[in-house]
């Protein structure tokens, strides 16, 4: 064998060890990409999978702050203030512009509409009890809540102070709030004034705001709500 064919067989041989060392290169940077895309999105997964469970918790917060403001209107401590047409011992309407807050003898939360081509109340009113401007859950039906939120001090005319059912494990920061608004009933047949606003009827628009884990995870619901009447 020739001196000429040894060696270009060792430089064969070698061109062959680096390029196998080249694929191998690469297929440990693509094993190690995919490491890398599977972990985020394994991340990924886990965050949106923690975001929908505190979503849950806040809509359904939001849910059970809109059941108590419907205990509020029918059979709470104030049920009296609200009536198919306004209070019904006939005292004036306790629903103001920007929402009553605790210093009012009718407590927090009742508020008249804002006026056209104004942004609505319950989108301007500040649901923090620090403001006394909204209902916390409970405080005018005396029903429980299970909330990580410490007891608060209610309004004077709250007679009935719900327990904090729970305080530990997978609950919302903070119980419910909700506000209520009164406005004209203009169904047919309903509007006792026939629309000429003398003896006007009134319906209830309930706005309840719901929380997760997380305060700044909040959920916002509304209904309209028509007082039952008592047999």
């Known amino acids: 064998m020739s001196h ?18 080249v694929i191998a290169l690469i297929m440990l940077i693509l094993i190690t990409l995919l490491g890398v895309a599977a972990t985020q999105t394994a991340l990924l997964g886990g965050k949106t999978v923690r975001n929908e469970r505190e979503r849950q918790i806040a809509f359904a917060g939001a849910q059970a702050g809109i059941r108590d403001a419907i205990n509020d209107i029918q059979s709470g401590t104030r049920k009296n203030l609200f009536g198919e047409q306004g209070p019904e011992d006939g005292s004036p309407s306790p629903h103001v512009p920007g929402c009553s807050n605790f210093s009012d003898a009718s407590g927090p939360g009742l508020c008249e509409p804002s006026g056209p081509d104004t942004p609505p109340v319950w989108l301007t009113v500040s649901y923090d009890l620090n403001d006394q401007k909204a209902v916390r859950y409970g405080w005018y039906t005396g029903d ?56 006007p009827s009134f319906i209830y628009r309930i706005t309840s705001v719901g929380y997760g884990i997380d305060p700044e995870v909040q959920v916002v619901l509304q209904t309209v709500y028509r007082k039952i009447r008592e047999s």
């Open 4 to 21: 000429i064919s040894v060696m270009h067989r060792a430089r064969s041989s070698y061109r062959q060890r680096g390029v196998a060392l």
């Open 144 to 199: 429980g809540f299970a909330s990580k939120e410490p007891p608060v001090e209610p309004p004077a005319n709250a007679t009935k102070q719900a327990p904090n059912l729970a305080t530990g494990g997978q609950l919302p920061a903070l119980h419910p709030r909700y506000v209520i608004e009164i406005l004209r009933d203009l169904e047919q047949g309903r509007d006792k004034g026939g629309g000429n606003g003398s003896n």
